[in-house]
C-alpha cells in the first residue's frame, strides 16, 4: 500500500535522510505502509529490555 510523503524525521520531505535514502520512501515521495511496519518492528525489537527488579 503506497502512501503520500508524510514529512517525517527521516527525510523531512527531501527523500535524503542522513546522506543517504530515506527508508521511509527511498526517495520517491511516498512510502509504502509494509516498510514503514517493519521499519517499526525493527526498531522496537532493537530496543534494551527493562530489567525487571527482584522483588
Given at each position: ?7 517525517c524525521s527521516g ?26 511496519d517493519r521499519e517499526?518492528?525493527?526498531?522496537w525489537k532493537n ?9
Amino acid at each position: 500500500m503506497k502512501t503520500e510523503c508524510i514529512i517525517c524525521s527521516g527525510c523531512k520531505g527531501t527523500g535524503v535522510a542522513r546522506k543517504k535514502t530515506c527508508v521511509m520512501c527511498e526517495g520517491l515521495g511516498f512510502w509504502e505502509q509494509l516498510a514503514y511496519d517493519r521499519e517499526l518492528d525493527r526498531f522496537w525489537k532493537n530496543l534494551e529490555p527493562v530489567e525487571q527488579p527482584n522483588w
